[in-house]
């Protein structure tokens, strides 16, 4: 949810407010429902969904029922009580304060802060207490995972890190003349509260495209296409025929443009290749004049002094002949010397000509692709970006095969961790031992749901390449891979995760268990 959407949803809340707070109620795992009535006398539901990789906020209507399902939402049911009195949003951000007021009673509540932060993977709801200390966390966050700040109970609430952009509410035409020149995407990276959906809004506004450069008449419908979405920044602008093709055409350059610069890059990489390979059938006659400087040393072994640079010999056909010599080598190791390097160069040769045709043909077959992406029209780009790319280099991981026959892949360091999760498919099957290091296993379910006995078989893998090895009841976390993210700047192989299930096996390696 981008900044600027927050801020229009909070201008029709705060017409609201201070608002009744009727109770709360928890429909899922990662949402909150807390049921108000407004200064109009209407009641509403206001929902926040703060789970990533989509956190949201909404007003609904209705009755949204759910008892508290972790301990830290059992902590906001006990303490966000009062009406709700304020709804602040930090600069643009996606970062949202709740205030409530408290309540009086046997036991008295005191006021709370509930902050919202939809910064999408890092998404996060964090309970304050009336000085902004962290009372509760849904999610954590330490330094390791963090450098700039860490949330969690006992430590006061810091934000995410400032920035600097400019603010469309207060902006001037003067200001966004930053982007003169510059395609319009770049208004992202210098406005604050848009991101790439409201761009593209911008964009249908404007009657111009992401990678249009701004020229001084370009900016001036930007500017009036911004001050119109911080009115209403709501979505669904139609868009013309002649502007749909044109972002069609961009889409497709846009995709077409890595890809050929892929191919091109495999040309060059295989065009060296085949120089390499003639220049090796060139050498063959250097190959032919090593040889006979050996046969020559042999033949004239008494006139070659230990320890000479170089020797100077009667050739076969009577011509002198000048050899290298290295002086640390008897003359019988050089000639021995110069056979091998005539054999190498031998070797070279008799593969040159073996892989020249190959070399040729693949030449050949990367501009007939080449040609066709030039050709391709947008579907045929997508497929193409989707095509796996074939591996290379060393295998990746541990291999091992469940007892049902899905293949288990298993981290061996923090790089490999890191590269088999980020390469895992979204509804493959995510292990780690739970709260201690250890390998990311990874059950290649692809979306499937295999028996109990393959879950236990990945967990005891995960179990027992981690610190908890050999111990009598480890608990596992598992989750679909599509719920596993590596935070910003966290080191490889760290990762945050939702939507676990726990499984307590024994840390030793399942009998079953053969590497494949």
Do not use: C
């Not at 780690?432 to 379910?445: D, M, T, Y």
């Amino acid at each position: 949810m981008e900044g600027l959407l927050i801020h229009a949803f909070l201008r029709e809340l705060r017409k609201e407010l201070p608002a009744l707070n009727l109770g709360l109620a928890f429909p899922e795992e990662g949402s909150l429902a807390i049921l108000l009535k407004g200064q109009s006398g209407r009641i509403f539901n206001l929902v926040a969904r703060y789970r990533p990789p989509s956190p949201s906020l909404a007003l609904e209507e209705g009755t949204l029922l759910g008892e508290p399902k972790t301990p830290f939402q059992r902590q906001v049911q006990a303490r966000v009580k009062g009406p709700l009195l304020e709804a602040e949003q930090i600069k643009l951000d996606r970062v949202v304060l709740f205030r409530f007021a408290g309540e009086k009673g046997f036991v008295d509540t005191p006021p709370a802060t509930l902050v919202l932060e939809a910064t999408g993977r890092n998404a996060n709801l964090i309970l304050l207490d009336e000085e902004g200390v962290i009372l509760g966390v849904d999610r954590p966050i330490t330094r390791e995972v963090n450098r700039y700040r860490q949330v969690k109970p006992g430590l006061p609430y810091v934000p995410p890190p400032p920035y600097e952009k400019l603010d469309p509410r207060t902006l001037t035409l003067e200001e966004l003349r930053v982007l003169l020149e510059k395609p319009l995407k770049e208004v992202v990276r210098h406005v604050d509260g848009i991101g790439l959906e409201l761009l593209r809004e911008l964009a249908k506004r404007a009657a111009l495209t992401p990678e249009t450069p701004l020229d001084e008449a370009g900016l001036a419908r930007v500017f009036e296409a911004l001050k119109a979405l911080v009115e209403n920044p709501s979505l669904g602008t139609a868009l013309s025929q002649e502007l749909r093709e044109k972002w069609a055409e961009e889409e497709k350059e846009a995709l077409r443009k890595p890809l050929l610069e892929a191919l091109k890059q495999e040309q060059k990489t295989l065009s060296a290749r085949l120089s390499d390979y003639h220049r090796a059938l060139e050498r063959l006659e250097e190959a032919e004049s090593l040889r006979q400087k050996a046969d020559l040393l042999l033949a004239r072994l008494k006139e070659v002094p230990r320890g000479a640079e170089k020797a100077v010999l009667e050739g076969f056909d009577g011509k002198p002949v000048e050899i290298p010599l290295d002086p640390t080598l008897s003359p019988q190791e050089n000639a021995r010397k110069l056979y091998d390097r005539a054999r190498r160069l031998e070797e070279l040769a008799e593969r040159a000509l073996e892989l020249i045709p190959q070399t040729e043909e693949k030449l050949k077959a990367l501009e007939r692709e080449m040609e066709r992406v030039r050709q391709a029209d947008l579907q045929e780009l997508l497929d193409f970006s989707r095509k796996p790319k074939e591996r290379k280099g060393p295998r990746l991981g541990l291999r091992y095969t469940s007892p049902s026959g899905y293949p288990v892949l298993v981290g061996r360091n923090a790089k490999e961790n890191d590269l088999l999760t980020r390469m895992a498919h979204s509804e493959d099957l995510w292990f780690h031992a739970q709260g201690v290091p250890g390998s990311h296993v990874i059950l290649k379910a692809e979306g499937r749901n295999p028996p109990l006995d393959d879950l236990l078989f990945a967990a005891r893998l995960a179990a027992y390449y981690s610190k908890a090895r050999g111990e009598n009841q480890v608990p596992v976390d598992y989750t679909r891979k599509k719920h596993v993210w590596r935070p910003r700047k966290a080191a490889p192989g760290q990762v945050l995760y939702t939507h676990a299930k726990t499984l307590f096996v024994e840390g030793t390696l399942p009998k079953e268990a053969s590497e494949g």
